[in-house]
């Protein structure tokens, strides 16, 4: 054992010391690129001038409807499925668990690509809704696909574990109250889950604007169309990087303000909680 | 009127209670997991037997032979469990209207305002259940049971989380509100003096199934087994054998023969006998005691203080050493000091025969 310190000032130990300095190093990995980054764009960029550039509004305005719309979606399809894998019991429960994990362990690219050859006009599932008529492959509904792909299991982690900590006894009480399954699920569950339920929707929607690898293979980038603004980024490093600069404070500004929300949903769930 | 008698097996466990329970409040006691709280959620419709019925009234809850569950929601109860009861997320009053979301407004705010008015704590109304004490959070969620106006409560260890002495007040008011409002209450606890106290009837529950119903002052005086008597506190049971049946009947046991006042009809029946520990006195000698019956000479092996009472183990002269021919005795601090006990060993005890109850085997 170390002797104890005798002397009633607070010690330092090298432990402590070592600590404190990688703690440093593992904040400023985030930190001093994105500062640069900051910094440049308020020194030598025209951030004005590249936010009134059409290139750069359509991308911003592409990313904004996309992401929204995808998280929409993840909402519909994702909220039962994550009841289901927090309540019920079923045979390949542990198998769902893993597929719908899959996203966060492959590399995006390979996730657009999957979706192309699926969904790619030569595709097995592509062919027969060209044949009706419906491209998906290369077009906005591709972007919100890919996003889809991406953002999945940001959202249906959180909503899961949102719904794995409700109590049940609450909904036990809910149900002797004469409240009906849907009753207690619309006041009891969800109310008690949101706090979940909202910090997996602001992770998956940062996912979702953030999204690149999936949507250049699988929707390309068409500006108006598939340009979402990771996307406008590399297209206008080629030509100007300081409009590659601006795209990038406001998609670290998004990114930011969402993430800040995210704490304050965190917070306030866990005062009322 | 609650009429139960249904089978659930839930994993190993076998749950077969059989069970009346009038109006008043019916305590349903026993050990751990003797299956008291499924019983009740069986009750609520929480739990869906194998077999069997429950009915409340007229009404069935349960009727395997029907393949009839009525789900938790249409039976008209109220539950409420030892804690984490409430809705954290809605206000008291909003949780005490929960029940009741088909009442036209302003009659479900006068409901909830005269319910938690009734139970003393109406300034709590716009409060959030994190914000109150427990005695005050069990005082809400019985406001939201009764809210309902349900015939039937059924209570899972209601005050075992509070402090003595806001368990005692709610238990009376637990009293005082089934008699206003004419409840059917059946109330779980493995607490002795909480079934004793609350209780107008007790129903022993051990191993899945109810062992005795009674009025509380019958199952307290007259258990019918010698493991009923043991869940009810009685430390000396006694396997005997009848005889002397001709000169009143007597009991031959491991102390030795011991007269009774109960009528004993068949000679040489074995039979179980429950002594009180707070009815056996002891005395200095033999001529102490009035009555010459059941007088034994006793040494004193072991002693306990509880601060109002002292436990005395005491092993009777002529038996052999082990359990067999221990007593144990309780009694009165006071009484203690007055017989100057501290230390001395050599006793005489006296049973006195009312004292004994004499169960079949």
């Known amino acids: 054992m170390s002797k104890a310190p005798s002397n009633g000032r607070p010690s330092v130990s090298w432990l402590q010391v070592a600590v404190a300095l990688l703690g440093a190093l593992a904040v400023g990995v985030v930190l001093v690129p994105v500062g640069f980054l900051i910094a440049r764009a308020v020194i030598q960029a025209d951030i004005g001038a590249a936010l009134s550039s059409p290139f750069v509004l359509k991308s911003i305005q592409l990313s904004l409807i996309t992401s929204s719309v995808a998280v929409v979606v993840l909402i519909v399809i994702g909220t039962p499925a994550a009841f289901a894998l927090a309540r019920w019991s079923f045979p390949g429960r542990g198998l769902v668990d893993a597929i719908i994990d899959l996203p966060i362990v492959l590399p995006p690219v390979v996730g657009g690509l999957a979706l192309l050859v699926a969904l790619g006009r030569r595709g097995p599932l592509g062919e027969p809704l060209t044949a009706v008529g419906i491209n998906v492959a290369f077009t906005t509904v591709a972007v919100v696909v890919a996003q889809i792909f991406v953002a999945l299991p940001f959202y249906m982690r959180a909503a899961k574990a949102g719904f794995t900590s409700v109590d049940q006894r609450l909904e036990a009480i809910s149900s002797t109250l004469g409240a009906r399954p849907w009753r207690t699920f619309t006041r009891v569950t969800v109310p008690l889950a949101l706090p979940s339920i909202v910090g997996g929707v602001v992770m998956a929607w940062a996912r979702a604007m953030g999204e690149f690898g999936a949507t250049i293979m699988f929707a390309g980038n068409v500006s108006g169309r598939t340009q979402t603004m990771p996307l406008a980024i590399l297209e206008a490093m080629e030509a100007d990087v300081d409009a590659s600069i601006a795209i990038a404070v406001v998609l670290i500004a998004v990114s930011f303000a969402v993430l800040i929300s995210f704490r304050v949903v965190a917070r306030l769930g866990a005062r009322s909680g | ?361």
């Not at chain 2, 206003?180 to 199934?209: F, Y």
């Not at chain 2, 493991?227 to 031959?252: C, D, E, H, M, P």
Request: net charge negative; glycine share 8%; proline share 4%.
């Open chain 2, 1 to 361: 009127m609650i009429v139960l008698a249904f089978e659930a097996a839930i994993g190993d466990f076998e749950l077969a209670p059989k069970l009346e329970v009038p109006s008043g409040i019916t305590v349903l006691f026993g050990p751990s997991g003797s299956g008291k709280t499924l019983t009740l959620e069986a009750v609520a419709g929480l739990l869906r037997p194998d077999s069997g019925q429950i009915l409340a009234g007229d009404t069935p809850f349960f009727d395997s032979s029907m393949n009839l569950h009525v789900p938790p929601y249409e039976r008209r109860i109220g539950y409420l469990v030892q804690e984490h009861a409430l809705f954290p997320h809605l206000t008291v009053g909003d949780n005490v209207a929960y029940g009741v979301p088909d009442l036209p407004r302003d009659a479900r705010k006068e409901r909830t305002r005269q319910l938690l008015g009734s139970l003393g704590i109406g300034e709590l109304v716009d409060r959030r259940p994190v914000e109150i004490s427990g005695g005050q959070a069990q005082r809400v969620a019985l406001a939201r049971a009764l809210a309902r106006e349900p015939e039937v409560l059924l209570l899972d260890e209601p005050f075992a989380a509070l402090d003595a002495a806001t368990a005692g007040t709610l238990r009376r008011e637990l009293r005082r509100l089934t008699q206003e409002l004419n409840l059917t209450v059946l109330l779980v606890t493995h607490d002795l003096n909480e079934a004793c106290q609350v209780g107008d009837r007790i129903a022993v529950m051990d191993s899945g199934r109810v062992l005795q119903v009674d009025a509380r002052e019958e199952v307290a005086r007259r258990p019918h087994s010698a493991r009923v008597a043991a869940l009810l506190g009685y430390s000396n049971v006694l396997r005997g054998k009848i005889t002397n049946v001709n000169k009143g009947g007597q009991v031959q046991t491991s102390i030795g023969l011991l007269s009774v006042s109960e009528l004993l009809e068949l000679e040489g029946t074995q039979v179980d006998l429950a002594i009180r520990a707070d009815r056996i006195v002891l005395g200095r000698g033999s001529s102490f005691f009035e009555d010459r019956s059941n007088v034994f000479e006793v040494k004193l092996v072991e002693e306990s203080d509880l601060g109002v009472s002292r436990i005395l183990h005491v092993r009777v002269c002529g038996t052999d050493t082990s359990r067999m021919g221990h007593v144990e005795i309780q009694m009165a601090d006071d009484r203690y000091k007055q017989l100057d006990v501290n230390g001395r060993r050599d006793w005489y005890m006296h049973i006195p025969s009312e004292a004994i109850h004499v169960m079949a085997l």
